[in-house]
């Protein structure tokens, strides 16, 4: 009976250090292959829960503010409309549409993900529109997936400007539904309602694709401008975004 138990005992613990081994080598090649594995297989199982489209009511909102600001730009000047224009007019090889299938719109750091990654030609720092304008920007993929920084994540930073008075300035996330513009001007002359555009003097985005509209301004600094901007793309609502392809 002894041995019996023994010997059993020596199997059990055999097994359980197998068992330990095997899953401290999964927790390394998860550590050094930064989740894509994880990401891979969330993708294959949540295929067939992807959703359609939904959220009808914002999203026509957020169109009809995109349509507003080019409306204003044609007036302003036709050869920025054009290159506002030339974004929808961008060939397949220019634009990868993707589909959006997982979210954390609502954390500390915001994110999307989605169904689009390094085999469909998708790459680090390209940017990402959706219904409304700019969402964000690539900042990992896997062979399958791609995840997006969004405007609003702390890491976010866009150079953007004000097309009324043609002011430049960087867009910030903070972790909030409303990213800082900040000026590094004080006399800066912006107001309410000003909308915001991504700046023509960017070498890593195409010009005037539209981001926002400024919601509010802090006065309270000495040396700089800041404002609260309520973005036009609205990650938590839409289904399918646009990867601009930009070369750098």
């Known amino acids: ?4 138990r023994i010997s059993t005992n020596s199997w059990w ?6 068992i330990l081994f095997v899953f401290f080598v999964f927790l390394l090649f ?7 594995l994880y990401k891979d297989f969330y993708y294959v199982i949540s295929k067939p829960f992807w959703p359609g489209q939904f959220q009808r009511e914002i999203l ?3 169109f009809d503010h995109e349509r507003l600001i080019k409306l204003r730009q044609l007036e302003k000047d036709n050869e920025r409309l054009r290159r506002i224009l030339s974004l929808q007019r961008s060939s397949e090889t220019d634009v990868i549409s993707a589909t959006v299938i997982s979210r954390k719109t609502g954390s500390w750091w915001r994110q999307v993900i989605l169904n689009k990654g390094k085999k469909d030609g998708v790459e680090i720092g390209s940017y990402v529109i959706g219904p409304g304008g700019l969402l964000g920007r690539v900042n990992n993929t896997s062979l399958l997936t791609s995840s997006v920084r969004l ?3 702390p890491e976010s930073k866009v150079g953007v400007w004000i097309d009324r008075t043609q002011s430049h300035g960087l867009l910030v996330g903070s972790g909030s539904d409303y990213p800082k513009l900040i000026f590094y001007e004080k006399d800066v002359q912006i ?3 000003d909308f915001v555009l991504s700046s023509p003097a960017s070498t890593l985005l195409p010009p005037n694709i539209p981001i926002g509209v400024i919601k509010s301004i802090d006065n309270d600094s000495k040396s700089k401008k800041i404002a609260n901007v309520f973005l036009l793309g609205k990650p938590q609502a839409i289904d399918w975004v646009q990867i601009l392809k930009v070369e750098i």
Do not use: Y
């Open 60 to 62: 026509i909102q957020s």
């Open 151 to 153: 405007l609003t994540s």
């Open 13 to 18: 613990n055999k097994k359980k250090n197998w």
């Open 30 to 36: 998860v550590r050094f292959s930064k989740g894509s």
């Open 191 to 193: 107001k309410k309602g």
């Open 1 to 4: 009976m002894d041995i019996r």
